[in-house]
Nanobody, 126 residues
């Protein structure tokens, strides 16, 4: 089993930055990929960014390209995933979820990810 935990959300003004962190523990060595999803009120959950653990494959939603950056690390069998968010816009507001998968074919499809964190709120507002 894999446990996933996010942190780093909060309230930020438009144009500001936030960094989200995620830790995957347990049988994290078996993971193939991890990603960040977000869900705004009344909207479907969408993939913001994802990457394979090898680093060879990376996915970004068009709406966040050039503003968000995903990265990873591995420390003592815990997989860490980060999302650096710059030039934040009000439309970036939502609950951000970290997700992990044993194998992904369609990076932006939520059901491709088996393990999910509880989510962290990001609010972009003046």
């Amino acid at each position: 089993q894999v446990q996933v935990f996010e942190s780093g959300g909060g309230l930020v003004q438009p144009g500001g930055s936030l960094r989200l962190s995620c830790a995957a523990t347990g049988s994290a060595y078996s993971l193939y990929a991890m990603g960040w999803f977000r869900q705004a009120p009344g909207k479907e959950r969408e993939c913001v960014a994802a990457m394979s653990w090898s680093g060879y494959n990376t996915y970004y939603a068009d709406s966040v390209k050039e503003r968000f950056s995903i990265s990873r690390d591995n420390v003592e069998n815990t997989m860490y995933l980060y999302l650096q968010m710059d030039v934040l816009k009000p439309e970036d507001t939502g609950v951000y979820y970290c997700a992990a998968s044993l194998y992904v074919r369609r990076w932006a499809t939520p059901r491709e990810y088996e393990y999910w964190g509880q989510g962290t709120q990001v609010t972009v507002s003046s």
